[in-house]
């Protein structure tokens, strides 16, 4: 019964995986050729590479800006919808709608908000009197915009798992703590913040490993030739400009390597450090 | 007295609590509204300065206008082709290995979990490049099932799917193999059903990303005839900068079939979701 998934993992996963590691050490160049073993050549070039630290910097800039707002905003929503409101559902649906939207056609309309000529928010701006931007091209600007529509797309998608982590919270707890006459306030601190901490662990880890692997928001509304590239794109960007603009596809392996090994030691690191805060009892 | 304030204090939070929740309505839905509103306009009344809101006059043309200019009915039908092979292989696969993993014994069990679990661990872009060189000796770029194949197996749902088996009772089981079901029969009509839940929301979600991805179909199909729809829409995107109509109408007719599929399953779905998020 597992022969199916297991073939196909191992051809399709499994082996890649060690071929990847492999080829990180080889020289790749056009049309696949590989010009033999190059030994850590690719990694050193990769880190003596000023582009590639940008690149870093600005990955990380994407997580410490995307995954906090999302978290915070979706535990906003979450705790909202969890006061006994009416069409809580249709809330949900809508509140999810961004999260299930091809990243394709979300992007067009936020292209067209942000655009500098003839955009909406620009409109927006000398309507009141504030002087129009080039959102997507300034360099102060555009890396915010990306953020924005990350922020859009993830809130409704982590908000419903927050949500049922909250409504998993046996209502005893509450009864209680209103008959000490808690505040709403303490009642959020004191209960639910706290036993809701291995869903917000699990929401904080999906965050960081998504938010490192974005890509789609940076091609489609900066696009792999505009100016901006430089301090918007991410590593998995640069690995994609890598591989497949400039055909390195042994660099763009190395390139995949230290991805993966930031993703790992952020993961273990966390798995570490739940102990100090995530109740698991 | 006290109590008088209360309920007043009460009614006013909630009102608050309600405005807040509009408020983010709007924000979630604006895009979608303007996305639609701008499919029935002129290009004129699409680029006009100050933006004009509503259309004069509703039209179809953009359309008509967006099928005309790409193959849009075969890109349409390959992301059909790719989604519905996708999640049917998905769901049959990982089912079956879900089961095995949870509920049966058999030799080398733990060592091949662990090399699941550990493709699990991976960015799915680490696997690109030799999945890329697969398909290109295979012979397969520019096929429609260059689109699927490596997506026909998955170890989250295989681990997803085993979560949800685990958390059936053993009894269940016992007691038809005691009424003379095989395993194969037990799975199928006892077990299966169980795992309603999972195997929606692995279904949704297995669906939504292959429906919308990106970098891999637009990697190994460059023609315009093999494309998906997110490739094909970004190309346009790039190639017609200026008819907003009738890209915008391509991008509603692509965003509808994953929301018509979100709100029929939606229960079934949050069920899943939650499942996954508090034993992930």
């Known amino acids: 019964m597992i022969a199916p998934v297991t073939i196909g993992l191992g051809i399709f996963y499994f082996y890649p995986f060690f071929r990847v590691i492999r080829d990180s050490l080889h020289n790749i160049g056009a049309f696949d050729r590989d010009q033999g073993f190059v030994g850590f050549k690719n990694y050193v070039t990769m880190f003596s590479d000023a582009e590639m630290w940008q690149t870093l910097l600005n990955t990380f800039k994407y997580v410490i800006i995307i995954v906090p707002c999302s978290l915070l905003l979706a535990l906003f929503v979450a705790v909202l919808l969890n006061t006994r409101i009416k069409g809580l559902s249709i809330f949900r649906v809508i509140y999810f709608l961004p999260a299930i939207t091809m990243s394709v056609a979300v992007s067009m309309v936020w292209r067209w908000i942000f655009n500098g000529d003839y955009g909406i928010l620009n409109s927006i701006m000398t309507g009141i009197g504030l002087p129009a931007r080039q959102w997507l091209n300034d360099r102060s600007t555009s890396m915010l915009c990306i953020c924005i529509v990350a922020i859009w797309s993830n809130v ?11 409504q998993g919270i046996s209502k005893g707890y509450y009864e209680a703590a209103e008959i000490d006459g808690a505040s709403g306030f303490q009642k959020f601190y004191k209960i639910t913040l706290p036993l809701l901490t291995p869903t917000i662990f699990y929401v904080v880890i999906m965050l960081i490993i998504s938010t490192f692997q974005t890509f789609d928001g940076i091609y489609l509304m900066i696009g792999t030739k ?6 918007t794109q991410s590593v998995v960007m640069y690995f994609y400009r890598s591989a497949f603009d400039y ?3 042994g660099y763009a392996s190395a390139v995949a390597v230290l991805l993966f090994v930031i993703i790992m030691a952020i993961t273990v690191f966390q798995m570490k450090m739940q102990k100090k805060w995530v109740n698991y009892d | 007295m006290g109590l008088h304030t209360k309920s007043r204090k009460n009614k006013f939070s909630t009102i608050i609590v309600y405005l807040i929740l509009i408020g983010g309505v709007v924000i979630a839905v604006a895009p979608f509204v303007w996305m639609f509103l701008t499919a029935f306009k002129t290009n004129s009344e699409a680029m006009a300065i100050p933006p004009v809101i509503f259309p ?8 008509v206008t967006i099928v005309d200019k790409l193959p849009f009915i075969t890109i349409y039908t390959n992301t059909v082709i790719s989604a519905v092979v996708t999640v049917i ?3 049959t696969f990982c089912s079956m ?3 095995a993993y949870a509920r049966i014994d058999f030799p080398f069990k733990n060592v091949l979990f662990t090399i699941t679990l550990a493709v699990l661990m991976v960015p799915g872009t680490f696997f690109i490049l030799p999945q890329y060189r697969i398909i290109y000796k295979l012979g397969l770029l520019n096929s429609i099932p260059a689109l699927f194949l490596p997506n026909l197996f998955s170890a989250m749902g295989t681990f997803l799917l085993r979560q949800f088996f685990l958390s059936l009772p053993q009894e269940l089981e016992d007691a038809a193999y005691i009424d003379g079901c095989s395993r194969g029969k037990a799975f199928l009509l006892i077990m299966l059903p169980l795992v309603k839940p999972g195997l929606v929301s692995l279904g949704i979600l297995t669906f939504k990303f292959a429906w919308n991805d990106l970098m891999w179909p637009m990697i190994v199909n460059t023609s315009t005839e093999k494309m998906t729809l997110s490739p094909a829409l970004s190309f346009m995107q790039g190639q017609y900068v200026t008819d907003y109509p009738g890209i915008m109408a391509g991008a509603i007719m692509a965003v509808i079939p994953v929301i018509i599929l979100f709100a029929v399953f939606q229960k079934q779905f949050i069920e899943g979701v939650a499942h996954t998020g508090i034993k992930g």
């Open chain 2, 56 to 63: 004069k006059q509703i039209r179809l043309t953009s359309f």
């Open chain 1, 226 to 231: 505009a100016n901006a590239i430089k301090w």
């Open chain 1, 247 to 249: 055909s390195k596809k």
């Open chain 2, 89 to 91: 292989a998905q769901l």
């Open chain 1, 156 to 166: 409704g998608y982590y908000m419903i798992i927050l949500l049922a982590g909250i």
């Open chain 2, 97 to 99: 290995a879900g089961y």
